[in-house]
């Protein structure tokens, strides 16, 4: 098994331009999550999904959409890339969600925004 | 809004002895809390859960304790290896929701030969 996979590792962009984070998860999780660390903030959460077909905001979603068309995947996009965006991102896939689960982590995408 | 607080100084600690991180949280009673591991440049992984109810938990050389009144969890790594250095994060369930984790921002361990 794979575990989370994240695509692409490293990207730099500039202002204004998009692009779309790629994660995929191969344990049948019902859960995934994007998660954005910066340095001493820690990891925030961005959007999840909590099965194929739904997503819901998190912590800091605006600038970020997703969709989960299937299962296995879920995509992170930047429509209009900002400085302030510049971050790793993580990807991460849960089981069931429950009252104990854990998380399952990618690992990362580098993004600078210039 | 709930808080949590690992010290974001590094822990620079010697080879075999005992390294304990805390994690502080605020304003609620989380029924649970995880610990997990960062290496540089990888995403965390999961290395214990403790319930509400319990005191203490362990796990090889891991031992990890919840106190709801202190509000507070204390990460111990007992007989330390320079292979112990990374970045420890502690994880509770934001209140009312139990399908997603808060994270502390970690505390850096270092252990030196």
Redesign the interface.
Known sequence: NAG?TQTPKFRVLKTGQSMTLLCAQDMNHE?M?W?RQDP??????IH?S?GEGTTAK?EVPDGYNVSRLKKQNFLLGLESAAPSQTSVY?C?SSYS????????????TRLTVL | SQK?EQN?EALNIQEGKTATLTCNYTNYSP??L?WYRQDP??????LL?I?ENEKEKRKERLKVTFDTTLKQSLFHITASQPADSATY?CAL?PSGG?????????TRLAVHP
């Open positions: 989370v859960y999550y998660y001493g903030m820690g990891l925030r959460l999840y909590v998190g993580f991460a969600g429950g009252d104990t689960d854990t998380q399952y982590f990618g690992p990362g | 949590i974001s029924a649970y995880q440049g990888r995403g965390p992984v999961f859960l319930r994060l369930p139990y399908n997603k984790l808060i994270f502390g921002a970690g």
